[in-house]
C-alpha cells in the first residue's frame, strides 16, 4: 500500500480545520505532520488542537523538511503566490 501524502499546515488559520485537517483526517492518503505559524504558542495551541504531531519554528522550516511532501497555504490571498 502507499504511504500517505504529509502534509504541513503554513499558519493555524480558521480555514484549515474544515478545509484539510477533518478532510485529511478521513482520508487515509493524506496525513497532516506540522504545522508553522508566526507565532508559535499558536502554532503549538492549533497542534495541540487538531493533533498534529509537529510544531515547525516557521514557514521557511515547513518548506525545508524533507518529511513535508506538501503544504495546504491558509494565510491571506495576498500571501499564496509568494509561498507558492
Not at 4 to 9: E, S, W
Not at 22 to 36: F, G, L, S, T, Y
Not at 43 to 65: E, R, S, T
Amino acid at each position: 500500500p502507499m504511504e500517505p501524502l504529509r502534509i504541513a499546515v503554513l499558519g493555524a488559520a480558521g480555514i484549515a480545520p474544515a478545509a484539510i485537517i477533518r478532510p485529511a483526517a478521513k482520508n487515509p492518503d493524506a496525513e497532516i505532520v506540522a504545522v508553522a505559524a508566526r507565532d508559535s504558542g499558536q502554532a503549538q495551541a492549533f497542534a495541540d488542537k487538531y493533533g498534529i504531531p509537529a510544531v515547525l519554528p516557521d514557514y521557511d522550516a515547513a518548506l525545508a523538511d524533507d518529511s513535508v511532501e506538501a503544504v495546504y497555504i491558509p494565510l491571506p490571498n495576498s500571501l499564496h503566490a509568494p509561498w507558492t
